[in-house]
């Protein structure tokens, strides 16, 4: 069967904001998976501002996103470190921590890491990223 579907992130059918306004995320979900769009604010640190809500030491969620405008820094677990920003493809493991370089907010959208991101669990100690 085909598929033709039309959604916007600009009619989301789910918003999440974290870190006390300093960020939000809007999400649409298809049978295919989640796609989101999050705006990190400057001075949006994950250990900081999402670590709460997760519950895990570093992010554990995989991404696969498109940084449309913005800088940030994603460091490893392992010590590896890269700086992503406006017009790059970002691809990155489970095991990370980020934070937003500079007084621009971050634009990401994601289609992989995002469908539980930042999202407070229904089932108590249950992480989400």
Same mark, same amino acid.
């Given at each position: 069967?085909?598929?033709?579907?039309?959604?916007?992130? *600009? !009619?989301?059918?789910?918003?999440? @904001?974290?870190?006390?306004?300093? &960020?939000?995320?809007? $999400? =649409?979900?298809? /049978?295919?998976?989640?796609?989101?769009?999050?705006?990190?604010?400057?001075?949006?640190?994950?250990?900081?501002?999402?670590?709460?809500?997760?519950?895990? *030491? !570093?992010?554990?969620?995989?991404? @696969?996103?498109?940084?449309?405008? &913005?800088?940030?820094? $994603? =460091?490893?677990? /392992?010590?590896?470190?890269?700086?992503?920003?406006?017009?790059?493809?970002?691809?990155?493991?489970?095991?990370?921590?980020?934070?937003?370089?500079?007084?621009?907010?971050?634009?990401?959208?994601?289609?992989?890491?995002?469908?539980?991101?930042?999202?407070?669990?229904?089932?108590?100690?249950?992480?989400?990223?």
């Amino acid at each position: 069967m085909s598929v033709l579907l039309r959604k916007s992130l *600009d !009619s989301p059918d789910e918003s999440r @904001t974290f870190g006390a306004g300093m &960020g939000h995320l809007d $999400v =649409v979900t298809t /049978d295919d998976g989640t796609v989101g769009r999050a705006v990190f604010e400057p001075g949006w640190r994950w250990s900081d501002h999402v670590k709460p809500i997760a519950g895990t *030491d !570093s992010c554990e969620a995989a991404h @696969t996103g498109y940084v449309i405008s &913005g800088q940030m820094r $994603v =460091v490893m677990d /392992d010590g590896r470190e890269e700086e992503f920003t406006a017009g790059d493809l970002m691809v990155i493991s489970p095991g990370h921590d980020a934070w937003i370089i500079g007084s621009e907010p971050c634009v990401v959208i994601d289609w992989q890491g995002f469908a539980d991101y930042a999202k407070a669990s229904a089932t108590a100690g249950a992480p989400r990223n």
